[in-house]
């Protein structure tokens, strides 16, 4: 078994786990594999271990890594990385689900950029539920604008939201701002109009799982740390 092979297996391991204790169904819960500075033969082992569900935070990487890998018919790739309007065209070429749609205007480029002809492109909207200035993500007050925004486009499909709580030295801080997202989502359409919840990293996986997060988001819990380089 290959390192990553091991390391994705604990991951599953501990979402197993977390979801038992959180008295859920095992399928409740998907995991993306955050594959964002890793190499391609890394994702390629992955996806040997049976993973088909990959991260990527920044459009060239993922374009790049696109091309290496595109013999992987069942891979699919998620844009969890900050959206830029002028880069939308390159994303919806290669994203099979977008996390990271923080405006009407954004999602409305994403709505011209989507080609007609495809199936909809399904679309998180990310919020900043810790108010934190540096961050991307719709302040809670914005949300239903862009998730109407979503809703009146024919090729794009509304599937719930996604957040990355503040940082911090304990994960169980985390809780409150899944909790909040968790509000957030109950108070626009509840699980019905927002049935995905992408929220938990390799260090808050079980806050997330336990506030109810679909999606875990994990990088270096199954393929190491990266690099320090610019975020
Ligand atoms: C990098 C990243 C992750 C994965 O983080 P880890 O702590 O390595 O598991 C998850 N979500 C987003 C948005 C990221 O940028």
New binding site residues.
């Given amino acids: 078994m290959t390192d990553i092979a091991q390391r994705l297996e604990e991951v599953r391991a501990r979402i197993r786990h977390a979801v038992i204790a959180a008295g859920r169904q095992p399928e409740s819960v998907k995991l993306l594999a955050?594959s964002?500075t890793k190499p391609a033969s890394a994702i390629r082992s992955a996806y040997e271990a049976g993973q088909r569900d990959f991260?990527e935070?920044y459009v060239q990487e993922l374009a790049q890594k696109a091309a290496e890998l595109e013999d992987l018919s069942e891979l699919r790739w998620h844009f969890?990385?900050h959206l830029q309007r002028n880069k939308v065209k390159n994303v919806v070429h290669y994203a099979s689900v977008v996390?990271?749609v923080d405006s009407v205007r954004l999602a409305r480029e994403l709505a011209k950029r989507t080609p007609q002809e495809r199936a909809p492109l399904p679309i998180l909207v990310e919020v900043n539920v810790g108010g934190e200035a540096q961050k991307s993500g719709a302040a809670p007050e914005d949300l239903s604008e862009v998730l109407d925004a979503i809703d009146e486009a024919e090729n794009l499909v509304l599937k719930g939201l996604m957040t990355?709580p503040p940082f911090s030295e304990d994960p169980e801080d985390a809780r409150k701002y899944f909790d909040a997202l968790v509000a957030l989502r109950d108070g626009r359409g509840g699980a019905t109009r927002l049935p995905e919840l992408s929220m938990g990293?390799?260090?808050d996986l079980e806050p997330a799982v336990h506030a109810g997060a679909t999606w875990v988001?994990?990088?270096?819990?199954i393929f190491g740390p990266?690099e320090q380089g610019p975020t």
Avoid: Q, S, Y
Avoid at 217 to 221: F, L, Q, V, Y
């Fill in positions: 955050v964002k991260g935070n969890i990385g996390h990271t990355v990293m390799t260090a988001r994990i990088g270096t819990a990266r």
